[in-house]
């Protein structure tokens, strides 16, 4: 489904990523952990196509497509989905209005007709469910005003609504209390099947008790220094990053 | 912003100005340049009684001894006066009885403006004062109006048939001495629509006038004056396209607005004068004296516009709150981009007591465009609890524009509650990226960002013309990614 190859990333001439490999099947979750600084949200931005970031070697391929030429928006349109860390607020645009421009922007990159406002809402109603998300959240406008936990909460209604392939979720626990990430990861997994993926970017150990991954991805100073099983992410926990650092 | 949004901003600032056509049509003008004589014959061809001419003339050597403000924060070039033709008209008839006997290339333009003339085929709901460059070329549903005792018909006409009306009100609210483009207007005005609201009554449908320029050369000079009687209710609405041409067209008109005790009148604009290309050559210049007065108790008058034309725009919808708690607001959104200016805004005078004013002014700048807030609010000391709420809010695109606020107080009542709230942002890279990553192209996610931000004042306008404004907003800012 996603292959990275040798990636090479830079900001203002500054370089993040320093040659990333990595090969994701339908069906798997994956966990990208790793110290702050290490990379790991640019890798997310620069999967999704953010230009900010400059790109000056390697290849990505989505579905069998290379996508670093592509725009974002294509890349949502194939079904890459970006849960981010800091959800941005639009104020003045409702939740409502904004999902159904999204989906029907899918639909359309898909050739099908734009939804109808009846199977819209009841799409919606549907979803809402997966992630508890009352109807006043869906009613007030992208993300304004909302707490923490509510902005992680709607970016997984948004990909509840949008059944991406590929999720990537940028620290979706950050700022969660317990309640809220038992909510957030159990939408995730409701939302797995055997034809989608999920990339899971976190600091903490924490969030795997909840989604558990097949695979775990240590990211350090722009590369993977380490990837195991879910076993992994349990030893993180209890030595910390010295010994990584250390080592690399 | 970043390169490539850069890029496209340089690349793209194209407005696509849909209404830009000419109409090939037999137009009769007068000579260029003004003096008496012209304003004379400008009487004369509107077959005008005398009181009418007087005023005219009144105006006229007022207009003489003026000069052209220099306050505005615009780059005003300097405009030959002696250079515009005051006075243009489809020839042939200027009134019609029917449909039928309005010249089709007439019918033709208006369809292709969405400004069906035929009341079989218009929206329904709207009633229709057409006015194509000096005159009023078709006034829709005038009998449906008429069983409610409403007047709804262009000005010529009231001059004529209401002349009590007319002479009562007409300079009440903006006198010939106001300023120089309203003092110039009333001068030469050619035509405009009268509206009279009978005690009592709430009209039914929406009225609305039409303004299209066509002919080259000509400036445009309207009036519009609506009174509503005691207990009355009216909803108007004002649209305006002008072809897209080389050279600058003059446009200054009138709008005045009686509100007796507990009338209600609304009035809305969209305002799509032709902006100039994106080199800033050509466009509307756009200074219009707007202005009403909340005479009697409890009375209200709001002003939504919203503003995307025009090369360069100076207008100041105000009001004047003289009876005892009366209300008005004021909702704005003004979008320049390209080489537009303006500078627009509104005065509040506060004279009756427990008088509410309410201003949302929302400035959208792009391109190398520069826009201004100028408002007024003014409590006098009769105006025992008058308050008023001003929230004045400037988004920036890219960082080649300009926005600017220019709020004065006058409050010489201390039981005045004033409070003003003022902003400025910038569409974020961030938040394209966000609408981006949902699917969303750049074009889109500006547009829907633009919407959200301007929606408390989209909200304001009636239905149809809301959707057009969305529509218009994001059209007018096609390119323009900063």
Redesign the interface.
């Known amino acids: 489904m996603l292959e990275i190859k040798n990636l090479h990333a830079n900001i203002e001439g500054k370089e993040i990523l320093k040659g990333i490999d990595l090969i994701v099947k339908p069906g798997e979750v994956h966990a990208i952990m790793g110290p702050n600084g290490s990379g790991k949200s640019t890798l997310a931005s620069v999967l999704a196509g953010r230009d900010i970031f400059e790109v000056t070697d390697g290849s990505v391929s989505f579905l069998g497509k290379d996508i670093l030429d592509l725009p974002p928006e294509d890349r949502a349109r194939m079904g890459m989905f970006l849960g981010f860390q800091y959800p941005v607020e639009i104020p003045g645009v409702s939740m409502v209005n904004f999902m159904k421009a999204a989906i029907n922007e899918h639909r359309k990159y898909n050739n099908l007709d734009p939804l109808s406002a009846s199977d819209f809402l009841k799409l919606m109603r549907e979803k809402k469910e997966i992630v508890e998300i009352t109807s006043t959240l869906t009613n007030r406008s992208v993300n304004e005003g909302f707490s923490g936990g509510e902005k992680k909460k709607n970016e997984i209604f948004q990909m509840a609504m949008l059944d991406p392939k590929l999720a990537i979720l940028d620290e979706t626990d950050s700022g969660l209390d317990i309640d809220a990430l038992r909510i957030v990861a159990s939408g995730v997994n409701k939302l797995r099947t055997q034809h989608n993926a999920t990339i899971v970017i976190t600091h903490y150990q924490r969030l795997l008790d909840h989604i558990v991954p097949d695979f775990v991805h240590v990211l350090y100073k722009g590369r993977i220094v380490k990837s195991s099983g879910k076993e992994l992410a349990l030893e993180l926990e209890e030595k910390g990053y010295e010994w990584i650092k250390e080592q690399y | 912003m970043?390169?490539?949004n850069d890029k496209i901003l340089t690349e793209v600032t194209q407005n696509e100005y849909k209404y830009g056509f000419t109409t090939s049509i037999e137009t009769e003008l007068i000579p260029k340049g003004i003096n008496e004589d012209v304003v004379r014959l400008i009487s004369a061809k509107k077959e005008e009684p005398e009181w009418m001419l007087e005023f005219r003339l009144k105006a006229y050597r007022h207009w003489l001894t003026m000069k052209m403000p220099k306050w505005p924060h615009l780059k005003l070039p300097e405009i030959d006066f002696q250079d515009v033709i005051y006075y243009a008209a489809p020839r042939k008839k200027p009134k019609y009885d029917s449909i039928d006997e309005v010249d089709p290339e007439l019918i033709d333009t208006f369809n292709r403006l969405g400004i069906p003339l035929d009341e079989q085929k218009h929206l329904a709901g709207v009633a229709v004062d057409a006015v194509m460059d000096s005159v009023s070329v078709k006034t829709t549903f005038r009998e449906t109006l008429a069983e409610l005792g409403i007047i709804f018909c262009s000005f010529s006409e009231a001059v004529k048939e209401h002349p009590d009306l007319v002479k009562k009100y007409m300079g009440s609210v903006v006198p010939y001495t106001d300023n120089f483009f309203a003092t110039l207007n009333s001068a030469v005005f050619s035509d405009g629509s009268f509206c009279y609201i009978p005690k009592g009554v709430r009209c039914p449908m929406e009225l609305s006038t039409y303004f299209r320029i066509n002919a080259a050369n000509t400036g445009q000079f309207e009036r519009t004056l609506i009174v509503a009687s005691d207990d009355s209710y009216v909803s108007y609405l004002e649209g305006c396209t002008a072809p897209m041409r080389d050279e600058n067209q003059l446009h200054a008109a009138i709008v005045e607005i009686i509100a007796h005790d507990n009338a209600e009148v609304k009035y809305s604009t969209v305002q799509n004068w032709y902006p100039g290309d994106k080199n800033g050559k050509g466009g509307i210049y756009n200074f219009v004296t707007k202005r009403g007065i909340c005479k009697g108790d409890n009375s209200k008058i709001s002003w939504t516009q919203v503003e995307t034309g025009s090369a360069i725009t100076w207008k100041y919808p105000s009001c004047i709150l003289k009876g005892n708690n009366t209300t008005s607001e004021f909702y704005s959104v003004a979008v320049t981009n390209n080489h537009q200016q303006a500078d627009t805004g509104t005065k509040m005078i506060h004279i009756g007591k427990n008088s509410k004013s309410t201003i949302i002014s929302k400035g959208i700048s792009a391109g190398l465009s520069q826009n201004s807030y100028r408002g007024l609010v003014k409590v006098l000391k009769s105006a025992d609890g008058a308050r008023n709420f001003t929230q004045c809010d400037s988004m920036l695109l890219g960082d080649k524009c300009g926005a600017h606020t220019f709020p004065y107080l006058e409050i010489d009542n201390e039981s005045a509650i004033i409070e003003h709230e003022a902003t400025t942002s910038k569409i974020?890279?961030?938040?394209i990226?966000?609408?981006?990553?949902?699917?969303?192209?750049?074009e889109?996610a500006i547009g829907?960002?633009i919407?959200?931000?301007?929606?408390?004042v989209l909200n304001k306008l009636p239905m149809e013309f809301a959707v057009e404004a969305q529509k218009l907003l994001q059209i007018s800012l096609e390119g323009s990614v900063g």
């Open positions: 970043s390169v490539e974020g890279e961030d938040q990226f966000y609408c981006n990553q949902r699917g969303l192209d750049t889109n829907l960002i919407n959200g931000y301007a929606k408390e």
